[in-house]
């Protein structure tokens, strides 16, 4: 990789500063350093936030929870609230990476990690995304990539906590410009859709502080599969999220990751399903006012069947 | 004629392996641990191009870095590059950054080819662009051919016909390529990740113009290897240069990028398969047409890409056969052997051939096997390895299992070669004190080989195996073999029984012990004085054979929703003559069944059409199996000892894809006819997958 500086952070009002000439912020480092390693990523300066006060908090409360950006992705896996209260959630956590490498990584990282495509992650192609002027991936071997953009590049998002926060309409706050913002994750990620060049919505020197998880929807669950049992990356998943009363869904959120730039939904399907009950052909129905727009390119057509089997199984796992 | 003692303490018994502490307290020392006085890091620069003409390269911007102290091309002067990752040039630095900073600072000249091929079936075509300007992509088609096919088509009461597909399978040996390597004017020594030491001294002392016996190679451990590790190699020959040039000590190992590159491969194989039986099922007549890829061809720079053929029709003997094979050449990197070459893919094809036709003649897949497989100890293995799986309680007419989820079983059988090096040889050190030292000019590249040794010498000798002291890895040894092929048990058993038996008779000799064996070693080691034996000995016929069989079930479970496969349990049969160490043997088909396993569902080089990269030269996107995809394996080994030993390591791996792939198909009854067997191909078979969408623009 190439010579950067390195600074830790104290405060926050200290860290956009020290990052503000090309900097990067730096915490569990699984994304951002095998992107320098390749060369895909060039940082002047690498801030260490894993010393900024407060933030790897996970706090229970009765509306909602707040989940500091550092807590790593094994505590939200090993969180016995979590697995209670946000059972999708601790499931999404699970599927992360290996044991090893949840240890290490955190919430804002797996949120804000970049692409796992695998033209944008190679050393020598300068794809649409690296701000090249061609999707290779369009013409390519696409079997990884995205049904739905809202642009030419194709690559979907792939963090598992992105999809499953969706579902429950969580939200993030982030430091921008010495305040604090609040984005939903559509927010946080809607410029992937429309800009090639974007991985999510944060501009150079945002920091995500935490992540606000309402409570309100009780049921939550979360499935992905990929070609292998362990370690892989999702070819799809799902998250879904619901208060479930009378047997009657409410407020149901379903979210898909892997195959689109944004954790994918909706608000059809999910108003669809608001009040219904939970049976074959309901849990079907949904799945494909989910799918209706799909775009199935040359190699990714397997994930149409695939996304429509974890939306209704998933959203069966919800009847508890 | 020589034999095997019939009654053994170690030899058939389970025996730990007498290295076990070294390697899991780290103290082992691989290739890439040498820590030789002063040396500095090497690394290689490599093609951005898949084809192009190389007009310049300016070093000089590499040599200014700090702490680079030298820089070489591969080659002077314009030369023509025909795959991305092709060795251009090579630095040796004191630090691993310094070197990623000289490649990076190295200044290539070139005149990039408008177009090349990285796709078998376009480089088919007859206005593919040329890989070699001189001739057609397609080597002239091997024919084989006997009987009257034809004819002998319209005589079968059934004939299937299909199209089976292998991928390019990259070695990925947990150690990559490489070594150290100190050129002084002593000599050359290389610490060499490799299968054959030999091969190492004897290709460095030809490229770089030295006498044998001024180059020396070692290998004290080694991470693997399946058949690419023979030979200096291009990474070889770079380091002894850097080391020439820098006037210290070089290490040169390859990263997992380029592994992917430039270091061998499996050919991919494209097999349309046509066979047909008579009524009672007996195998009638056999055609097949086969093409695949060993990259711009196997071995150096072989034109047309030669290398790609497989047998056909395999292990079965059919009265008419028409086989007709082309090598294509890509713009890729040459295939190199690869663990039982040529016979996966086969395995993979006529296996899954011979179930499709027993499906449509309502045949149990195993009866059609009994029935037409010429080995009587593989038959024999089938009838074991049913009784052990359970094959007739769990075999279902395919798709006959029930629900979403479906179950499935399959089997498959693999034959192999083997046989040991008559030129194999060995010295024997016996000390006074009782030490007995072994040394041998073989490899130990991590199937137990030091360990074996300590067996035969510890039966032999009457002593334990932990009490032999076993030299092996270094030239400077009496010669032994390469290990290919599933040879180096067999070489070196037959002379390490030799040596230890000439050393006992000469002890006895000298010693007046009738018997030192055993309980008298030590009091007849001590009548030696002050000066110990050496002795020398040399492989014997009539202790080894070749020829080995084996037979693998596989038990499946399929989810017809999401195309994921899991495989639940396989069953081997295996036989290798005489077992030497039953733990080390079970090891050796442990570790085939889960490579096959890999090829059936995971494992594929992918290429980019428009750039010529390799896209998945990573463990993130070539798919390996973790132990969380590894199912319960059942390994059975039948003991020969009346056939002395044969090696198991490469026929261990040849049916486990052809047996998982017909698990799959029994359990949808469809087919996936393509490796691997991938979510989104399980369901394409399915007839699940809709159609792209028009435009993709």
């Not at chain 1, 894993?50 to 229970?60: A, F, T």
């Not at chain 2, 060795?87 to 200044?107: F, N, P, S, W, Y």
Request: glycine share 10%; hydrophobic share 40%.
């Amino acid at each position: 990789m190439k010579a950067f500086e390195y600074a830790t952070a104290r405060s926050l009002d200290s860290a956009p500063q020290l990052a503000t000439d090309n900097g990067h912020y730096f915490a569990g480092g699984n994304d951002l350093l095998g992107r320098m390693k390749d060369y895909i990523t060039d940082a002047k300066i690498l801030v260490n936030i894993k010393s900024l006060p407060g933030l790897d908090q996970i706090e229970s409360g009765r509306d909602h929870w707040t989940l500091g950006a550092l807590v790593t992705i094994a505590q939200i896996e090993n969180h016995p609230g979590i697995k209670k209260v946000f059972p999708g959630l601790h499931e999404a956590a699970a599927e992360v990476g290996s044991q090893q490498i949840r240890n290490v990584a955190t919430l804002g990282g797996n949120l804000a990690q970049h692409s796992r495509c695998w033209y944008y992650r190679h050393r020598d192609i300068v794809c649409l995304k690296k701000g090249g002027d061609t999707c290779y991936a369009r013409h390519g071997d696409n079997r990884y990539h995205s049904l739905f953009t809202g642009n030419t590049c194709i690559s979907p998002v792939v963090s598992n906590l992105g999809t499953a926060l969706a579902a429950l309409d969580a939200t993030a706050i982030v430091r921008r410009s010495g305040k604090e913002a609040r984005l939903s994750m559509s927010e946080l990620y809607h410029r992937a859709w429309e800009n090639p060049l974007a991985h999510n919505s944060l501009d150079p020197g945002d920091l995500i502080l935490k992540v606000e998880i309402p409570t309100a929807r009780g049921r939550s669950a979360y499935l992905q599969v990929s070609d292998k049992h362990a370690f892989d990356w999702a070819l799809v998943s799902c998250a879904v999220a619901a208060q479930v009363s009378g047997g009657r869904l409410r407020r149901p959120r379903v979210a898909l990751g892997c195959i689109s730039p944004v954790p994918y939904q909706v608000e059809a399907a999910n108003d669809f399903l608001d009040g219904k009950t939970l049976d074959e052909a309901t849990v079907s129905k949904a799945a494909d006012l989910v799918l209706a727009n799909a775009q199935p390119l040359e190699f990714n057509g397997y994930k149409v069947p695939l996304a429509h089997a974890l939306i209704r199984r998933a959203l069966l796992k919800l009847k508890g | 004629m020589p034999s095997w003692p019939s009654e053994t303490k170690y030899i058939s018994h389970d025996v730990l392996r007498i290295d076990a502490p070294e390697k899991v307290s780290g103290r082992a020392r691989y290739a890439s641990d040498i820590q030789a006085n002063g040396w500095l890091y090497g690394m290689i620069l490599r093609s951005k191009w898949p084809a192009a003409t190389i007009t310049k390269i300016n070093l000089e911007p590499a040599l200014k870095i700090p702490g680079i102290k030298a820089a070489i091309t591969v080659q002077d002067g314009e030369r023509t590059i025909r795959f991305y990752g092709e060795e251009l040039a090579a630095v040796a630095g004191a630090t691993k950054q310094a070197c990623l900073d000289a490649l990076r600072a190295i200044q290539v000249e070139a005149r990039p080819k408008p177009s090349f091929v990285v796709n078998e079936d376009i480089a088919k075509a007859q206005d593919a662009p040329r890989v070699w300007e001189d001739s057609p992509n397609t080597t002239t088609p091997q024919v084989h051919e006997h009987g009257d096919v034809d004819k002998a088509f319209g005589e079968c009461a059934a004939v299937s016909e299909g199209f089976y597909t292998t991928p390019v399978q990259l070695h990925n040996a947990m150690e990559t390529h490489g070594s150290t390597v100190s050129w002084t004017d002593d000599g050359v020594t290389a610490w060499a990740s490799t299968q054959g030491i030999a091969s190492v001294r004897d290709g460095l002392a030809g490229a770089l113009r030295l006498d044998h016996s001024r180059v020396r190679a070692i290998t004290e451990y080694m991470g693997g290897g399946f058949g690419a590790k023979f030979g200096a190699g291009v990474e070889g020959v770079l380091a002894a240069r850097l080391s020439q040039a820098a006037k210290a000590p070089v290490r040169l190992m390859l990263t997992r990028f380029d592994e992917a590159l430039a270091v061998g491969n499996r050919p991919s194989s494209f097999q349309r398969i046509k066979i047909g039986a008579k009524a009672d099922g007996t195998l009638h007549a056999f055609q097949m047409d086969n093409y695949g890829t060993p990259g711009i061809g196997a071995g150096a720079a072989t034109a047309g890409g030669g290398g790609a053929e497989i047998p056909a029709p395999y292990i079965y003997r059919v009265p008419n056969v028409r086989v007709k094979q082309v090598g294509v050449a890509v713009n890729a990197g040459s295939a190199r052997a690869f663990r039982a070459p040529g016979r996966p893919p086969a395995s993979f094809g006529i296996e899954s051939a011979l179930d499709d036709l027993a499906t449509k003649m309502g045949m149990d897949p195993l009866e059609l096997r009994l029935k037409n497989d010429p080995s009587e100890i593989r038959r024999r293995e089938y009838k074991l390895g049913a009784e052990k799986f359970g094959w007739k309680q769990k075999y279902k007419k395919p798709g006959g299992s029930p629900g979403i989820v479906k179950t499935g079983v399959g089997c498959g059988g693999s034959e192999w070669g083997g046989g040991g090096s008559r030129y194999t040889q060995a010295e024997a050190q016996i000390n006074p004190d009782g030490s007995v030292e072994l040394r041998l000019g073989v490899q130990d590249i991590g199937t137990g080989t030091r360990t074996v040794i300590a067996v035969v010498a510890a039966e032999m000798l009457g002593l334990k195996p932990e009490q032999i002291t076993v030299k092996v890895g270094d030239t400077q040894y009496p010669p032994g073999p390469g290990s290919g092929g599933s040879t180096t048990c067999a070489s070196v058993s037959p002379t390490v029984y030799d040596v230890c038996n000439n050393a006992l008779a000469e002890l006895q000799k000298r010693t007046g012990v009738a018997d030192a064996r055993g309980d008298n070693w030590f009091a007849a080691c001590k009548k030696l004085g002050v000066t110990p034996l050496v002795v020398q000995g040399k492989w014997q016929d009539g202790l080894s054979s070749s020829g080995t069989g084996g037979v693998q079930f596989a038990e499946v479970e399929v989810d017809t929703e999401t195309g994921l496969v899991t495989v639940k349990k396989i069953t081997a049969v295996h036989d290798c003559g005489l077992i030497v160490d039953k733990l080390t043997a079970e090891s050796q088909i442990n570790g085939g069944i889960i490579m096959g396993m890999g090829y059936a569902l995971y494992e594929e080089r992918v290429m980019d059409n428009l750039s010529g990269v390799v896209l998945n030269p990573n463990f993130e996107t070539y798919k390996l199996p973790n132990i969380a995809d590894v199912p319960d394996i059942d390994v059975i080994l039948l003991n020969m000892p009346e056939r002395g030993v044969i090696g198991i390591g490469e026929p261990a791996t040849i049916p486990a894809a052809a047996a998982i792939g017909n698990a799959v198909a029994n359990a949808l009854g469809v087919r996936v006819g393509s490796l691997p067997i991938t979510p989104a191909k399980v369901l394409a078979a399915l007839g699940k997958v809709p159609k792209p969408v028009a435009s993709a623009t």
